[in-house]
């Protein structure tokens, strides 16, 4: 089965590199690694991926998902499609019947490339609306609405709000354009910047109709030692959103789910996690975990957020994590 990237790398020597680049709309074969010479046309990467999104459900009604995978920072293309790969199979075997497209920004795998890659991240955050979102928007049909979702991890969720805002700033010709679900897992954004009113975040707030936050006091890459070192504030990834969030915005608290998954592993990573961790444990746990992977997919799907059976509601309102 092929995969979908819409990349915004530059290209050297016939491979991509770590700079900003054309976006290239690519196909990519099962089992090979991106490459630029798997890139086709704009129209032409849309209409395979809409094909490929298209279904129908038990009534015979026409539905179409989407979901773009925004990924983090200190990431090659190879561990681009690795996760990316990780996350389909899952959605799969729960019985996701859309199509995964990821947005691969031009990160580098250097452990000191935090500020390099933030930077990259901002400079092309800009064409997840342009290349991808607004593009699908304008080419909407009647008879086949396709619903497209956007997940971020770790600065993906910097990438999408970044989007988001300079989409609105740069006034597109398709101001109709609109996601259903944003979600972020241990996001590298400031709590404070997602709060109700709050410039940096309206925009995202306003062109879609959920925002699920997932975070976990365990995460180390987001762990207040770091944010200091860095002249940044609490990240929505370790602390979650602030109280004053708008209301259709959803934080997830997978802190005592990580505790048991990271605290006893024989009794839920052989189960939870079969296939191990990829990158930073406490920070990338959420791809190739089965808890996780089950609630996103209800969230995607449309399940209310109250009765998804991997969330326990406690009684002062707040969602937490747990096995189903």
Not at 22 to 47: E, H, N
Not at 201 to 219: G, K, M, P
Not at 237 to 266: H, I, M, Q
Request: aromatic share 10%.
């Amino acid at each position: 089965m092929d995969d979908y990237m819409l990349s915004v790398r530059a290209v050297r020597n016939g491979a991509f590199v770590a700079d900003v680049g054309p976006s290239k709309f690519l196909v990519v074969p099962a089992g090979q690694s991106p490459a630029p010479s798997q890139a086709i046309t704009q129209s032409a990467w849309y209409k395979a991926v809409r094909a490929a999104a298209a279904w129908q459900n038990d009534r015979g009604e026409a539905r179409g998902d989407l979901l773009f995978v925004v990924h983090g920072y200190n990431l090659s293309v190879n561990e681009v499609i690795q996760r990316h790969r990780r996350l389909k199979e899952d959605l799969i075997a729960l019985g996701f019947k859309g199509v995964i497209a990821s947005f691969d920004w031009p990160s580098d795998d250097k452990t000191l490339a935090y500020l390099p890659d933030r930077h990259r991240a901002k400079e092309t955050a800009f064409r997840l609306v342009s290349d991808g979102i607004a593009y699908l928007s304008a080419e909407q049909t009647p008879s086949c609405t396709i619903n497209v979702h956007v997940f971020g991890h770790s600065t993906g969720a910097y990438v999408i709000r970044e989007a988001f805002d300079d989409a609105d700033d740069q006034e597109l010709p398709n101001m109709s354009w609109n996601v259903s679900q944003v979600l972020f897992a241990a996001g590298d954004v400031s709590a404070a910047s997602m709060a109700a009113g709050n410039g940096d975040s309206e925009s995202l707030y306003r062109h879609s109709i959920r925002v699920t936050n997932y975070f976990s006091r365990y995460d180390q890459a987001l762990d207040l030692s770091n944010v200091k070192r860095l002249g940044i504030s609490p990240r929505v990834g370790r602390v979650g959103l602030p109280d004053n969030a708008p209301l259709r915005a959803v934080n997830v608290d997978c802190t005592a789910y990580y505790e048991k998954l990271d605290k006893d592993p024989s009794e839920i990573a052989g189960e939870d996690q079969p296939n191990g961790f990829m990158g930073t444990k406490s920070h990338s746990w959420y791809f190739g975990n089965r808890t996780f992977t089950r609630d996103l997919f209800g969230v995607v799907i449309g399940e209310d957020r109250t009765v998804i059976p991997t969330r326990e509601v406690g009684r002062d309102g707040r969602i937490v994590l747990k096995r189903p």
